[in-house]
């Protein structure tokens, strides 16, 4: 038996869903590991939050409960640590970190609000209780599934699947273009189960320069494959409580994160106050200094432009830097994207609930958020007005008081 079989049995024979701490996407690694170096001291709050209508997650909570008290059992073990030691940009003393690393049950809180709504709250060391989150969306939605789905055979997420890779194939012999994706799914995936066999598929079946890799570890380890992942939200969330003022925020975040990075890990994630905002903070220093951005909110073809348009404002070359799509992306948008892309910014795409959790059913969407830190108020502003989330209405309102009056400043 290979070691991916072995891996593969243990999680069917042990029946909890996660079961490896490096079944996590990548950024949760990067952002721990700066958080580690640049933040130690700090605390935080996250809140979970259910966006799909209609459906009550209440009933599921002593599932919920048992599956995070087995999460809190789990440690790196020997072969995920050396995985993650080859990784040119993690540190020798962080790998050290991660050896001892282990979640605390005390820092997650499951209850039943007021309204018979299932909450979930996190807090305590950001270095902790941040890694949290992608558990426990991968959590909640396979039990979701296992619990209303139990005959599902796959059938209709194999034909999805296959007629995904012929639309790429195909693209990519009619045009001649570029086209390169990763798998960025953990976090809403059906289960397990269903996104290895994703990854297996696309490995087997297209170029290792079309199907590029995935943000999840544990696969990159099993299918030695590329792992892909920089920054999310929430570290410039928490630059928000941490740096000089809250609008200064990002110009803080991205100096201390080029510091710790060096040069690796340039892809800037552009959406947290807004893209406007961004822009106006990503100057002619962080242009040069950043490889590309990463699309996440709004129409992605107004904002290629308008990234686009920035680098040739600044005189920098559009085709020495990347946009990373990933936002809510399926094959056909990708594929529009590349072809609109094409000869004016190099481009790759980062595909998510698409993959792993299109098998003839409706997925979930979940989120989980920071909300405090340091005591702090912090919010995402977005482009994308379902996309915000903030526990303060008036740290809000004058958070984007302050974006608006930067905005109109020269």
């Not at 459906?55 to 087995?70: A, F, G, P, R």
């Not at 030691?85 to 997650?108: A, G, T």
């Not at 994207?337 to 609930?353: K, N, Q, V, W």
Request: proline share 2%; charged share 25%.
């Amino acid at each position: 038996m290979d070691f991916v079989s072995k891996i593969s049995d243990n999680i069917l024979n042990n029946g909890h869903i996660i079961n490896f701490l490096t079944d996590i996407d990548l950024y949760k690694l990067t952002m721990l590991q700066f958080i580690y170096h640049k933040f130690s001291s700090v605390t935080s709050k996250y809140k979970f939050k259910n966006r799909t209508k209609g459906i009550d997650l209440s009933q599921y909570i002593n599932e919920i409960n048992t599956e995070i008290d087995w999460l809190c059992t789990l440690k790196f073990q020997n072969f995920e640590l050396e995985h993650i030691k080859k990784l040119r940009f993690m540190k020798e003393d962080f790998i050290y970190f991660l050896s001892l690393f282990q979640l605390n049950r005390k820092w997650i809180q499951v209850y039943i609000d007021s309204n018979g709504e299932l909450q979930i709250e996190a807090e305590g060391p950001w270095l902790y209780v941040m890694m949290f989150e992608t558990y426990i969306l991968a959590i909640i939605e396979e039990i979701y599934t296992r619990n209303n789905f139990k005959n599902l055979d796959f059938s209709e997420g194999r034909k999805k699947l296959n007629n995904k890779i012929d639309i790429i194939l195909d693209f990519i012999k009619k045009t001649e273009k570029n086209f390169s994706f990763a798998d960025f799914g953990t976090r809403r995936r059906f289960n397990f189960i269903w996104q290895e066999e994703v990854i297996a598929t696309l490995c087997n079946k297209l170029p290792k320069n079309v199907f590029i890799g995935t943000s999840n570890v544990l696969f990159s380890i099993l299918y030695n494959i590329k792992a892909i992942g920089t920054m999310a939200h929430e570290i410039f969330q928490a630059g928000q409580a941490l740096g000089p003022r809250p609008i200064n925020s990002q110009s803080f975040i991205l100096k201390e994160w080029a510091d710790e990075y060096r040069g690796d890990l340039g892809i800037a994630l552009t959406d947290t106050l807004g893209f406007d905002k961004f822009l106006k903070d990503f100057d002619l220093y962080f242009a040069k200094l950043y490889d590309g951005g990463r699309h996440d909110s709004d129409d992605p073809f107004k904002w290629v432009d308008k990234f686009i348009d920035h680098y040739v404002k600044l005189n920098i070359n559009p085709l020495t830097k990347s946009a990373v799509f990933s936002d809510g992306l399926d094959i056909p948008i990708a594929i529009k994207l590349a072809e609109y892309c094409y000869g004016r910014i190099l481009y790759s795409f980062g595909i998510g609930t698409n993959l792993t959790n299109d098998v003839g059913v409706k997925a979930l969407q979940l989120v989980m958020k920071i909300v405090l830190c340091n005591g702090l108020n912090v919010a995402k502003i977005s482009d994308n007005p379902s996309k915000g989330m903030c526990e303060s209405k008036e740290y809000e309102e004058y958070l984007r008081y302050e974006i608006k009056r930067d905005l109109n400043r020269n």
